[in-house]
């Protein structure tokens, strides 16, 4: 009788399991087939965004600008703001000291810059020696290449070379586009700046339930304070790059170290690209302006060694852990904003980059690679039975 009662429960539980597992299977079903259609429509925006954001770069890029801005000197406001400076006035002070900041490293960078692009073709012809007295010793290069193009023939006939407009006329067109975007940007940064304590009061106080007030608060504060904390982390290393760029340029002698200097602490904000450029720099200049190729390379041998001390050893160690990125994605979002908006887009990839990586790490980050083999997109399904209790 033992036997048979424990039988008659087991058999409906065992029949209310199977219906359970088939609405189970079939919801993970609907939701592998949504996220296949959210993975397509994300790819999609992804290979169809850059040609909206360049086409409407007088708007998107201001905007986008004003955004990182704000999100780096925000805690400067909010810092001046416990001295007791009103809002107006701590949002003002924040933008007016980043501005002075800009100034006076692009001040002390183009004005010798412009006074040494005079002496760029007496560097052209000094390098044109180098190269012709190295030409010398590989002569053999020359006569293999002088046959290899009378096998092959030159082709004749005329060529059309069209007009293009000169660097002045081209700088005049610019010149009232980039104003206008600079001016938008300033305003934009300002106001948002200006915004934010209310807009911290909204994000808090306009949540039905006290979780999401406390995940939006959350999400805030660790998107400001990681690309806050990571551009005046890396400010304060290219500050001392400079400073020891500006130091080794007048141990060698060499002219206007301060330009070097500032040179190097901008250039350095670029990862992997800004090194090379002003490794590219320091060779020209250095073969444009030595008596022999061995002491011109110089400059850029010193240098390369620096950059390789600072990005493989003292970066990675004061940055840590927590600021630390897949050099792959670094190259990615470089590529990509820099194909959208150029230089400033080059510039603004890695707090961009450093603003999704916060946002996906609170509101959950894609398992894409694991979906393409069968697993959830995301790690933590809803849809998981619970363990009864």
């Known amino acids: ?25 079939f919801a993970e079903e609907e939701l592998r087939l949504i996220s296949a259609l959210v993975v397509l429509i994300a790819i999609g925006l992804f290979l169809a965004l850059p ?9 998107f890029l201001p905007l986008v600008t004003a955004i990182i801005l704000t999100i780096i000197l925000s805690p400067v406001a909010d810092r001046l703001a416990r001295f007791g400076l009103p809002n107006f006035l701590a949002s003002l002070a924040a933008l007016a000291i980043f501005l002075a900041v800009v100034s006076l490293a692009l001040t002390a960078v183009l004005r010798p810059a412009l006074s040494m692009f005079d002496d760029v073709p007496a560097m052209v012809d000094r390098i044109g020696e180098h190269f012709n007295a190295l030409q010398g010793n590989l002569a053999w290069i020359s006569r293999l290449n002088d046959k290899v193009a009378g096998l092959v023939g030159s082709a004749g006939g005329q060529r059309v070379v069209l007009a293009e407009p000169t660097m002045l006329q081209q700088l005049a067109f610019a010149t009232p586009t980039v104003v206008l975007e600079v001016l938008l940007t300033l305003l934009m940064a300002f106001f948002m700046i ?17 979780g999401a007030s406390l995940k939006a608060a959350r999400v805030m504060r660790d998107v400001q304070d990681r690309v806050a904390a990571y551009i005046l982390t890396v400010g304060l290393i290219n500050l001392c790059i400079g400073i020891i760029v500006t130091l080794g340029a ?7 170290p301060v330009m070097w200097g500032g040179l190097a602490a901008l250039l350095n904000f670029l990862p992997y690209v800004g090194p090379l450029v002003m490794i590219g720099l320091l060779t020209l200049f250095g073969l444009g302006t030595a008596e022999s190729p061995v002491v011109g390379l110089i400059p850029a041998a010193a240098y390369l060694g620096l950059h390789a001390t600072e990005s493989n050893v ?27 908006w150029g230089v400033t887009g080059a510039l603004l990839s890695v707090p961009i980059l450093l603003t999704v990586t916060a946002l996906m790490e609170h509101l959950g980050r894609p398992n894409i690679i694991g979906f393409l083999f069968g697993e959830p997109l995301f790690a933590a399904s809803t849809l998981e039975p619970r363990e009864p209790e």
């Open 250 to 256: 007048w141990a060698l002698g060499m002219d206007f």
């Open 314 to 340: 003292i970066t990675p160690a004061i940055l840590g852990a927590r600021f630390t990125m897949n050099p792959v994605m670094i190259l990615l979002a470089l590529s990509y904003f820099s194909w959208i």
């Open 194 to 210: 200006e915004a934010r304590v209310r807009m911290r009061r909204r994000l808090l106080l306009d949540r039905q339930e006290f």
């Open 51 to 59: 040609f909206v954001l360049s086409i409407g770069s007088v708007v």
């Open 1 to 25: 009788m033992t036997n048979g009662t424990e039988a008659e429960k087991a058999g409906p539980r065992s029949g209310e399991a199977t219906p359970r597992r088939k609405r189970l299977a």
